[in-house]
């Protein structure tokens, strides 16, 4: 999709107004014309695309902000930051959003962006419906049940967002301009019956000549996520007047969740259709190659120009300046909280590459102090891309919605849970042998076999570990009603590595490094940082390298000016990883534009 220009096609009004495509003159450009021509109803497709790329919509608000903070992931810039309360940034991930939040109360925001996406699906899923002979003609139907994907996809980010919000499945009439929000569980169990219906008519990866591309809707992406969307309905989440509580009360409803998770997830993996990456960077380093081939590990993404998007921009490896990777100055903005590094087991292949102890600067790699901002997330690194990025705001990368290592992980759960660990553990097992060694495999493996509740306690970690930096974790401790608990776990563990006491007692105050970190300019991965292992120790650090740093602990600095600004900011990622009880603001409220804009029909819950 990168290879050929964008169809602006706007579905606002009409259907189009006008596309450059060898199809019918304009004059002849009605609905029947347009959903019985696959290039234009392809195009409507394509309209969808255009939303998730506005300025304010996917690109710049909704992957940037949302999924932060968790016990593995924080908002990084929080230098300059005097009230997180009323930072436009900050209070977004830490709990703290206001509905007169600057950066969202626009009304050209997420929020309508989503809903401008949703209302191009419904104006082209009644028209192909009426006119696009979708059983006759598999094209068509690829293209019908993309749409119905696409809609779903978007209105489960609505409500993982949002909570509640209104039910739109048909084009807007003169009745439908206003709508109350409606019940999260009405709203998905409609997502389930249409990526039900979607799947029969879309190809598996590489099957027809849509689906050879990870920019566009496979079966294997329709299945997986019906499966997130029945794990998300059979766990919990915060409910106005109630608290957390399941999502459906129902044990045997919920059950019946786990079922349809367990059924598609295990389908994906019957017919073969995705692998593994054989490392656990592969898949990674292929995303940053921009590399779409369909097949992979790689299931979902949504797409980005090279001009347009802030996915490594935000979730990446931070270059503090131009140099010989990049143009753009930028990544970092979310990071690793600083206890995510010691959490991993020090043989797990995963933590190299998910947690960077490092930034870039003047072409160089090199560590930025004591308070733990200059930690980045290292799965996506403009060291790894083939093209310098030019632009001034935005790198390119797409956003992987899905990988085929949450497949596995839901079917693991999701058996689990019905049948308990001993047929769950087949599909636990791939994800561990990528990542350790064949006796931490086993061990883990017998740890998990002892019940239902140690075999969830092993998923949530693994989770963890899999899929931290990739903005799944809110939801995942969310479904799991863990997120309150999590977090201030992670707030107590984070103290204690600031005081180096509890488990964090074996490990020195400082860091220990040469200029350049050990590498060469021209060596991407390469580092040698001493002091980030247990037993490491301050003695042999001292002695055996030039340069040290403090890292992430109280009372350190030169001088008691340094000491004291050092205090500041480690308190401050303290404070700032949640303002208020996480659970009671798990949601974001919908912002006061949109509310005054609803005819009195839409209200906050959730004391905003």
Not at 125 to 153: H, P
Not at 565 to 586: A, C, G, H, R, W
Request: charged share 25%.
């Amino acid at each position: 999709m990168k290879k050929i220009a964008y169809i602006t096609c706007l579905l606002a009004g009409s259907l189009m107004t006008s596309c450059e495509l060898d199809a019918p003159t304009k004059s002849s450009m009605s609905e029947d014309v347009i959903f019985s021509t696959e290039a234009l109803a392809d195009a409507a497709v394509m309209g969808i695309h255009q939303s998730f790329g506005e300025t304010n919509s996917y690109r710049g608000r909704f992957i940037p902000y949302f999924g932060t903070n968790t016990d593995s992931e924080m908002y990084n810039n929080y230098a300059g930051v005097s009230d997180p309360t009323t930072d436009k940034e900050a209070s977004l991930a830490c709990y703290s959003a206001n509905v007169t939040n600057t950066y969202m109360n626009t009304s050209t925001n997420a929020w309508a962006k989503l809903y401008e996406a949703i209302e191009r699906a419904n104006k082209a899923i009644s028209s192909i419906e009426q006119y696009g002979d979708i059983d006759a003609n598999s094209n068509m139907g690829q293209l019908y049940g993309e749409l119905l994907t696409l809609r779903g996809f978007i209105y489960f980010d609505l409500v993982k967002a949002w909570g509640d919000v209104p039910y739109r499945f048909e084009p807007i009439s003169t009745e439908t301009i206003y709508l109350a929000k409606t019940d999260r569980t009405v709203v998905l169990k409609k997502v389930l019956d249409d990526l039900l219906t979607a799947e029969p008519y879309l190809g598996w990866p590489n099957e027809n000549s849509y689906t050879t591309s990870t920019e566009r809707v496979s079966k294997s992406f329709a299945k997986g996520l019906r499966a997130r969307v029945a794990m998300f309905l059979a766990g919990y989440s915060e409910w106005p007047n109630e608290g957390l509580r399941y999502n459906l009360t129902d044990a045997t409803e919920r059950n019946s969740m786990y079922q349809i998770a367990k059924d598609e997830c295990i389908s994906i993996i019957n017919e073969g259709y995705n692998k593994l990456g054989g490392t656990f960077d592969e898949n990674f380093r292929a995303l940053c190659k921009e590399d779409q081939t369909a097949g992979k590990e790689s299931i979902y993404e949504i797409p980005f120009s090279d001009g347009r998007g802030r996915v490594l921009y935000t979730w990446g490896g931070k270059h503090t300046t131009a140099d010989q990777w990049t143009s753009l100055n930028k990544g970092g903005v979310n990071g690793p909280t600083p206890t995510l590094w010691y959490d991993f087991d020090a043989d797990d292949a995963r933590r190299d590459i998910t947690c960077l102890p490092y930034v870039w600067t003047d072409g160089v790699k090199t560590v930025t102090g004591s308070s733990g901002g200059g930690w980045s997330f290292g799965k996506l690194r403009f060291e790894w891309m083939d093209r310098i990025v030019t632009s001034t705001n935005d790198d390119g990368i797409n956003y992987q919605v899905m990988r085929y290592a949450d497949i596995y992980l839901m079917a693991a759960e999701a058996e689990n849970a019905l049948n308990g660990p001993a047929n769950a553990l087949q599909y636990l097992k791939p994800i561990l042998e990528r990542a350790y060694p064949s006796a931490k495999v086993s061990s883990i493996l017998s740890a998990a076999s002892a019940g239902q509740d140690a075999f969830q306690q092993v998923i949530m970690d693994q989770r963890k570990f899999e899929f931290a930096g990739e903005g799944l974790r809110k939801v995942d401790l969310i479904r799991w009603g863990k997120l309150s608990e999590s977090l201030a776990e992670t707030k107590a563990k984070m103290t204690r590595l600031a005081n180096r006491s509890g488990e964090y007692a074996n490990y020195p105050s400082k860091i220990y490094y040469e200029e350049g970190l050990g590498a060469a300019s021209t060596d991407a991965d390469g580092y040698t940082i001493y002091g980030l292992e247990e037993g490491d120790t301050d003695a042999y650090g001292k002695e055996n390298f030039t340069n040290s740093s403090s890292w992430f602990v109280l009372g350190a600095g030169s001088d008691d000016a340094k000491i004291k600004e050092n205090d500041t900011k480690i308190n401050n990622y303290l404070t700032y990883l949640y303002v208020n009880d996480p659970n009671s603001k798990m949601f974001w409220p919908i912002w006061k534009v949109f509310i005054d804009g609803s005819n009195g029909l839409l209200t906050n819950d959730y004391n905003y």
